[in-house]
């Protein structure tokens, strides 16, 4: 392991509830909560206010609707939060060639291979430095942990949420894991916690005294050999860029065009099930989830969906694909049919799937979940989730968080919808919080209209780091 804390993680503070609450001048300071809207949906993010009440990522939005009733409730906005993302993503790829994205808002950046930073004193310059370009670029806040491993990192960030940076100085590593709990450790979900409480074993300091062949023993052999290791704070990993492009999939092709649906369902679960049985095999987990389907006309969707962390569960993804299906209409029959996981990582957290999660709400199925439309594009295919939906009796339905525009009133955003009316507030980034009026929901002068960017001038992609100016409060 390496001698100086030059392994960077960046995780962004309660990501898209921040960037809402930037959009939204009215919502600064307040509990707001982004996630599926529906019966069964989750919450994705959760504010820091709304944190407060006890709500959490992944919890069911009705037992968060219970804990905070007077949060205001939000669908994603993905399309802004991927453009955010590549911002941020761009900030870091000018620190280092290695960088490894986790998700949306949270990468790991090799600071040594580039020479960034060589010591303790020159990563706590980069984190610091790093903090405030975001913050100056994306008007949002990112917290940094800097070790020397990245499972120390991680918990550097964690520990320096929100708006702080952390730094594991090499050698004080044992000491800082011992009286923590052993989920602190990747790898160690719900299940193996439980083993280990029942084998008496409740912290990461326990594990290390407890020895590998214990660990061994009641945990399987690569399971047990991996743990022990981090117990001791041995993590080797290396920052790992461009993972996200490494798949493991599995196709067939039909010799006649399928037609039945119902066959359609039950070949996609078993090319979840054959995918997953290669990627157990490749003793690997991934978090995207993604669907091929090749139609009568040989036009070729895919759909993904993008987990919380990655899974090597086949009910996990087999429900996944399932989902994805349903996105896509096979009417006039399929002659090729495909199932991948890719975003893959060596060590599965098995807690993240809140499986009652949000199918059917066209909200975010699991957690910060995503879901593209065809090929990762943004079009309005069946797997956008976005913006104004025919109701079933063809009138338009507003979500709550959509930006709209008002031929008088200018940019707002939907507030709610009900019995024929919306409520619409008009603020935008650099307004003060502003005013709410109602319309008929299908009122002429009301349209769709695409996110502002969050800092004047922003929203032009990555790199562009000295052009932008100005920081929201
Ligand atoms: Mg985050």
């Known amino acids: 392991m390496r001698a ?4 960077l993680h960046l995780d962004m503070d309660a990501f898209f509830a921040s960037v809402e609450q930037a959009s939204k001048p009215s919502l600064r300071g307040k509990a707001v909560i982004v996630g599926g809207l529906g019966p069964r949906g989750v919450v994705a993010t959760a504010s820091y206010e709304a944190r407060a009440f006890g709500v959490h990522s992944a919890m069911p939005m009705a037992q968060a609707r219970r804990l905070a009733p007077n949060a205001a409730y939000l669908v994603p906005r993905f399309q802004l939060y991927r453009t955010i993302s590549e911002q941020v993503m ?47 670029v994306t008007g949002l806040t ?46 160690v979900g719900p299940a193996t916690g439980d083993h280990l409480r029942r084998a008496g074993i409740t912290t990461v300091g326990e594990m290390a005294e407890a020895g590998e062949d214990e660990l061994v023993r009641l945990l399987g052999k690569a399971h047990g050999h991996a743990l022990y290791a981090m117990a001791l704070a041995r993590d080797e990993r290396s920052v790992v860029a461009e993972r996200e492009t490494k798949s493991v999939s599995v196709e067939d092709t039909y010799d006649v065009d399928i037609h039945d649906r119902v066959r359609v369902g039950v070949e996609v679960q078993r090319l979840a099930e054959r995918c997953v049985r290669r990627l157990r095999g490749a003793g690997l987990s991934g978090r995207t989830i993604v669907l091929k389907v090749r139609r009568y006309d040989f036009s070729t969707l895919t759909r993904s969906e993008t987990l919380r962390g990655p899974t090597d569960d086949p009910a996990v993804v087999r429900e996944a694909a399932a989902r994805l299906l349903e996105l896509v209409d096979t009417t006039g029959g399929v002659r090729l049919l495909g199932v991948g996981v890719s975003g893959l990582a060596d060590y599965t957290q098995e807690d993240l799937f ?72 008009f603020e935008t980034p650099g307004s003060s919080p502003g005013r709410v009026r109602t319309f008929l929901v299908d009122d002429p002068e009301l349209v769709e209209a695409d996110p502002l960017p969050l800092v004047a001038g922003g929203c032009g992609g990555a790199g562009g780091a000295g052009a932008v100016g100005g920081v929201l409060a």
């Open 4 to 7: 100086a804390p030059t392994i």
């Open 90 to 136: 761009g900030l870091l790829r000018e620190l280092s060639p290695l960088v490894e994205p986790l998700s949306l808002d949270e990468a790991f950046v090799d600071l040594e291979v580039a020479g960034a930073a060589w010591d303790e004193t020159s990563a706590r310059l980069v984190g610091g430095g790093l903090r405030a370009d975001i913050r100056r």
């Open 142 to 187: 990112g917290s940094v942990g800097l070790a020397a491993s990245k499972m120390l990192a991680k918990i550097a960030s964690e520990q320096a949420k929100p708006d702080g940076l952390v730094v594991i100085e090499p050698g004080t590593e044992r000491a800082l894991l011992a009286p923590m709990s052993v989920r602190t450790l990747p790898g």
């Open 354 to 425: 809140a499986q009652a999660a949000g199918e059917g709400d066209g909200g975010p199925g699991l957690g910060e979940g995503d879901r593209d439309g065809e090929g990762g594009g943004e079009g309005a295919g069946a797997g956008d989730v976005g913006g104004v939906v025919e109701g079933a009796v063809g009138e338009r339905r507003w979500m709550p968080g959509r930006d709209v525009r008002h031929a008088v009133y200018g940019h707002g955003w939907v507030q709610g919808s009900g019995v024929g009316r919306v409520t619409v507030r």
